[in-house]
């Protein structure tokens, strides 16, 4: 990296999609990534200060609240973090003339759909998270139209807290794990994420606004896991010997989670010259880079 490389300003690099560009940045800039100690999203207003003192060409913010079910009680900080911090990031953004990348979430729809979301369907949350995302939404492109926000859903990885980790924790412990199998989605790694904001970020040309970005294909959580349970199978002794389907109201959550929620992604391969690989493509490669230590 020289330096006249550009500077990028990432946020929320120790989140799952964080830090899968964090990982792959460097190749391309000169990048900082201040950490919620230095660059607080409960304090929104104290973003704009930041942002001016690192002058950016290119901000991405992947920090959310992102505990679905404790944002239920906890909606004003959800709020501060998930819509009003993004707000200011986008009025900074606009300033500067920096690009803004945003990340939201398929849970700004209740879920009714029998077909993939397209972009322009209308939102109707369940949970104060998605609430709080979907006025992210609205506010970064009040602010800063050119901004390009990326909705995904179901995003897991090697690392972190999420469904392919819980899963595998709960198959070494136990010989049966049920899972929900009415809620339908596609699951999409943070690795894929990140190929795919950089094909963002290579192209100059590409309209501001929502555009929709998951893995190929759909299936429910109960299939995620039976996936997850054949790939592990392979490679570790599991106690668990049958992964068994359950509904949503055998599985009361705090927040209420949209059944369908599958992306009609077609804008952002155009856009953006994007080919999207099949979610089990994605399981292959993530379940790859899990840690060998881990193995044991
Ligand atoms: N996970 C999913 O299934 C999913 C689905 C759809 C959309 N998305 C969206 O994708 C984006 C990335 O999600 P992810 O799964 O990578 O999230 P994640 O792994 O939960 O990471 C969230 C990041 O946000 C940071 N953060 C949280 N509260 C903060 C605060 N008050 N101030 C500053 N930073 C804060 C975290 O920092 P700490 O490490 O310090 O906590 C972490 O770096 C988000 O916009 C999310 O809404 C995620």
């Known amino acids: 990296v020289t330096s006249d490389a550009p500077r990028w300003l990432l946020?929320?690099?120790?989140?799952?999609?964080?830090?899968?560009?964090?990982?792959?940045?460097?190749?391309?800039?000169?990048?900082?990534?201040?950490?919620?100690?230095?660059?607080?999203?409960?304090?929104?207003?104290?973003?704009?200060?930041?942002?001016?003192?690192?002058?950016?060409?290119?901000?991405?913010?992947?920090?959310?609240?992102?505990a679905v079910d404790r944002a239920e009680s906890e909606p004003d900080l959800a709020r501060r973090v998930n819509a009003l911090a993004p707000g200011v990031l986008a009025?900074?953004?606009?300033?500067?003339?920096?690009?803004?990348?945003?990340?939201?979430?398929?849970?700004?729809?209740?879920?009714?759909?029998?077909?993939?979301?397209?972009?322009?369907?209308?939102?109707?949350?369940?949970?104060?998270?998605?609430?709080?995302?979907?006025?992210?939404?609205?506010?970064?492109?009040?602010?800063?139209?050119?901004?390009?926000?990326?909705?995904?859903?179901w995003v897991y990885s090697p690392g972190g807290s999420n469904f392919l980790l819980t899963m595998r924790r709960l198959m070494r412990q136990q010989d049966e794990v049920r899972v929900v199998d009415d809620q339908y989605g596609a699951p999409t790694t943070a690795a894929f994420l990140a190929r795919a904001t950089l094909a963002v970020l290579h192209s100059s040309?590409?309209?501001?606004?929502?555009?929709?970005?998951?893995?190929?294909?759909?299936?429910?959580?109960?299939?995620?896991?039976?996936?997850?349970?054949?790939?592990?199978?392979?490679?570790?002794?599991?106690?668990?010997?049958?992964?068994v389907p359950i509904t949503t109201a055998q599985y009361p959550t705090p927040a209420r989670r949209p059944a369908w929620s599958v992306l009609d992604c077609t804008r952002f391969e155009r856009t953006f010259s994007f080919a999207r690989e099949p979610w089990k493509q994605l399981l292959d490669e993530a379940v790859a880079a899990l840690p060998l230590a881990d193995y044991t």
């Open 11 to 66: 946020f929320g690099a120790s989140g799952q999609v964080g830090s899968a560009l964090a990982a792959r940045i460097g190749e391309f800039a000169d990048c900082e990534a201040p950490s919620r100690s230095e660059a607080d999203f409960g304090d929104p207003e104290s973003l704009r200060r930041l942002v001016h003192g690192v002058n950016p060409r290119v901000i991405i913010n992947a920090a959310a609240f992102t």
């Open 91 to 153: 009025e900074a953004a606009a300033r500067a003339g920096a690009r803004l990348i945003h990340y939201s979430t398929d849970y700004v729809f209740d879920g009714a759909a029998r077909l993939p979301y397209p972009e322009s369907a209308p939102a109707a949350p369940l949970s104060v998270y998605g609430r709080t995302k979907l006025e992210g939404d609205r506010l970064v492109l009040a602010a800063c139209p050119a901004a390009t926000v990326l909705r995904t859903g």
């Open 205 to 243: 040309q590409a309209p501001g606004g929502v555009y929709h970005i998951t893995a190929a294909g759909e299936t429910t959580w109960c299939g995620f896991a039976r996936a997850i349970h054949e790939r592990l199978r392979a490679r570790e002794s599991l106690a668990c010997r049958s992964v």
